[in-house]
């Protein structure tokens, strides 16, 4: 009995060592588990971070682009803005260049008339051209005024496609309203030489 006694005591302490072993094994393969675990959220984690400043360096780039494509085309609009002006500006000083001359030939054809009048020449004719062409100064005036204010107010205009349009088709106006000016002076000029001919004719034709 006390030999009995003895192996179901030697038993009892190998089953507990034995489940004591296997708890301490669990235990360890639960730690490393869990540390496993720690570790890829800490990989996680980092990588997250990584994409995180990815995604804010790709914006800060977008962001750089961005604005160096507006500073271009605030660049290029300025550019183009100066070419308008200077083109208009050019424009405006040639139609007023055109209507001085003009005006110079309205002077000569003015004193013409005084002069062949004094020779005893009928210069009616030479004279209602002059008339109507003075009309048509006061309209090629008009007209080139408009255009000047029309072109002077493109490059602060707020749509500067619109303003360009009204500038250009006034433009067109004052050189139309220049032209007929020009033509009727042509026509007075006409008409002086062909009455100053025909007095120069029909002198002669009395001497003879």
């Known amino acids: 009995?006390?030999?009995?006694?003895?192996?179901?005591?030697?038993?009892?302490?190998?089953?507990?060592?034995?489940?004591?072993?296997?708890?301490?094994?669990?235990?360890?393969?639960?730690?490393?588990?869990?540390?496993?675990?720690?570790?890829?959220?800490?990989?996680?984690?980092?990588?997250?971070?990584?994409?995180?400043?990815k995604k804010e360096e790709i914006r800060e780039k977008k962001d750089e682009l961005k604005e160096r494509e507006a500073s271009k085309r605030a660049e290029l609009k300025e550019k183009k803005l100066d070419l308008v002006k200077k083109r208009f500006t050019y424009l405006s000083r040639h139609l007023n260049a055109y209507l001085l001359r003009l005006d110079k030939i309205s002077d000569k054809v003015s004193k013409r008339i005084t002069k062949l009048n004094a020779q005893g020449v009928d210069t009616s004719k030479g004279q209602a051209k002059l008339d109507e062409a003075k009309l048509l100064r006061g309209l090629a005036k008009t007209a080139v005024d408009k255009?000047?204010?029309?072109?002077?107010?493109?490059?602060?205009?707020?749509?500067?496609?619109?303003?360009?349009?009204?500038?250009?088709?006034?433009?067109?106006?004052?050189?139309?309203?220049?032209?007929?000016?020009?033509?009727?002076?042509?026509?007075?000029?006409?008409e002086l030489k062909a009455s100053r001919e025909l007095r120069e004719g029909t002198g002669s034709a009395e001497k003879d």
């Open 147 to 190: 255009a000047i204010v029309d072109a002077q107010s493109v490059v602060g205009a707020a749509d500067i496609k619109a303003a360009t349009d009204t500038a250009v088709a006034s433009i067109k106006d004052a050189k139309t309203a220049l032209f007929n000016y020009h033509k009727k002076l042509v026509e007075a000029t006409k």
């Open 1 to 53: 009995m006390v030999v009995a006694a003895f192996a179901i005591s030697v038993s009892s302490s190998l089953i507990l060592a034995t489940e004591g072993s296997d708890d301490s094994g669990e235990s360890r393969k639960l730690n490393s588990a869990g540390v496993d675990l720690k570790d890829k959220k800490a990989e996680f984690s980092e990588k997250k971070l990584e994409l995180k400043n």
